[in-house]
């Protein structure tokens, strides 16, 4: 995974859930996990609180850029 995450929230106006959601990915974490771990990991600890919440990974360019995460309160609808 990429060392470096920029979080897009939804509902962008709940400026709690973002905390919420920022604040859960400076959670320790074993080194061994993969990112689908980590994103698992997250989401699962998002959910105490946010029953719907689900994030979607959108993957790093391969040039070293940051991964993008839309992290979703009520969750994704397509």
């Given at each position: 995974m990429s ?5 897009v929230?939804?509902?962008r106006t709940?400026?709690?859930f ?5 604040l859960h990915l400076?959670?320790e974490?074993?080194a061994h996990?993969?990112?689908e771990?980590v994103v698992?990991?997250?989401q699962l600890?998002?959910?105490d609180?946010y ?8 993957t790093?360019?391969?040039?070293g850029g ?7 309160r ?5």
């Open positions: 060392p470096q995450v920029r979080l929230c939804y509902p709940d400026g709690v973002s905390a919420a959601a920022a400076r959670i974490l074993p996990y993969s990112a771990e698992g990991e997250i600890r998002l959910r609180r029953p719907l919440a689900s994030i979607q990974v959108e790093a360019l391969p040039s940051a991964s993008t995460w839309h992290v979703y009520d969750g994704f609808v397509s």
